[in-house]
Structure formats: C-alpha cells, structure tokens
T-cell receptor
Framework: DGGITQSPKYLFRKEGQNVTLSCEQN?????MYWYRQDPGQGLRLIYY???????QKGDIAEGYSVSREKKESFPLTVTSAQKNPTAFYLC??????????FGSGTQLSVL | AQTVTQSQPEMSVQEAETVTLSCTYD???????LFWYKQPPSRQMILVIR??????QNATENRFSVNFQKAAKSFSLKISDSQLGDTAMYFC?????????????FGTGTSLTVIP
C-alpha cells in the first residue's frame, strides 16, 4: 500500500545533540512537507520541498535543516540551535490540488 | 500570508446529536481549496472533507457536510448523528494552489468530545 513512513515513533534528544527524523513516501509525490505540532497551536510549517534538490523555509525554520536528495525521502534534522524541540512532528506529501497525506508522526522529547 | 481561525478550542456533543465546528479564513486569492482534518487520540491525521472554492455546492461525505460561504470566508463543518468515534481534534486547513507549489495553512484546532 502507498503511504508515508515516519521513524522513529519516539525520539529523545540530549542537550547539544542533533537528531534526524526520517520521512519516506512511496506515493510518487513531488511535494513534501514538515510540520510541528504543539498543544493549542495547530500545525506550523517548518520546511517544504516541491522538487528534488530544492526546498523552502516555512514559518518556523530556525533550528531545523532538511535535505531532498531523492524524491521519496525528506529527512528533518533538529539541530542544537533549536532550544525548544519538544513537539510532535508530522511529515506530509501532496500532488497537485489533492489533499495532504500524512505520516504517523514522531514525538521528540528532550532528556 | 493566509490565516485560518478556529474560534472554538473545545466543544462537546451528545451521541446521535448534531454539532457544527466553525472556521474562518483570510485570503486575497480566488483559487483555493479548503479541508477539514480529524486527529483522533492516535494522532494520525485523517481527511474528513475537501471543498474547492470555485464550486458553489457544499461538499458532503456521509455524516459530514460543510457550509461554505465564500464571500464571508467561512467554512464550517457539520457532523450529524455524532458517534463516539468522532471524538478527536478537528483542524480546518486552507490551500492556495500555485504552479510553483502549494502551501497549506492550518487553524489551531477544535477538540470535540462526543458524550455517550
């Protein structure tokens, strides 16, 4: 079945550490997105990519980095510069005017 | 930038009753799409309904329907015959379609509880 796979489901970060969240899709979608979800704040866009080797900053890109070397993969790195990384992270993809397809999310917490 | 506003942080409804969730948005664009997503306790985002702005007819999906008022920039979701499984966070979303790429904007959500 086609879909989006995020891993790991839970992730813990130590002070000063960079961590990478994985996102893989087999839907053959060009566009991929990363959202951060905090309680009471809805979904906020971190980065998005419309095509391989190209990506754009969203509303809250500071402290995050991404790459898009393959169409099916869009990993997100939470760097040590992100001082409040505890949140639920959602990866999504879309094609044309269709809906966003979401992964099952990664909960990141700070040790 | 587009903004999406959900003014009801929490709502509750008795099982089998009808409830309406509100959503307003702000945009200067004419070509866009609107969505309602459901996020149950599993936190998996599930599409409930999709509306194309150029269509005057309100979208319906079984027990779910929308009241789309383009001039008022309003997009409310009506859930009929509420079921326990409808308990979830509901997010309203706006998408502006551009050839160079789409952007999705989300409201802050409404937490709906269906009471047995």
């Amino acid at each position: 079945d086609g879909g989006i796979t995020q891993s790991p489901k839970y992730l813990f970060r130590k002070e000063g550490q960079n961590v990478t969240l994985s996102c893989e899709q087999n839907l053959n979608h060009d566009a991929m997105y990363w959202y951060r979800q905090d309680p009471g704040q809805g979904l906020r866009l971190i980065y998005y990519s419309q095509i391989v080797n190209d990506f754009q900053k969203g509303d809250i890109a500071e402290g995050y980095s991404v790459s898009r070397e393959k169409k099916e993969s869009f990993p997100l790195t939470v760097t040590s510069a992100q001082k409040n990384p505890t949140a639920f992270y959602l990866c999504a993809s879309s094609e044309g005017t269709e809906k966003l397809f979401f992964g099952s999310g990664t909960q990141l917490s700070v040790l | 930038a587009q903004t999406v506003t959900q003014s009801q942080p929490e709502m509750s409804v008795q099982e089998a009753e009808t409830v309406t969730l509100s959503c307003t948005y702000d945009t200067s664009e004419n070509n866009y799409y609107l969505f309602w997503y459901k996020q149950p306790p599993s936190r998996q985002m599930i599409l409930v309904i999709r509306q194309e702005a150029y269509k005057q007819q309100n979208a319906t999906e079984n027990r779910f329907s929308v009241n789309f008022q383009k001039a008022a920039k309003s997009f409310s979701l009506k859930i009929s015959d509420s079921q326990l499984g409808d308990t979830a966070m509901y997010f309203c979303a706006f998408m502006s379609y551009r050839g160079t790429g789409n952007q999705f904007y989300f409201g802050t959500g409404t937490s709906l509880t269906v009471i047995p």
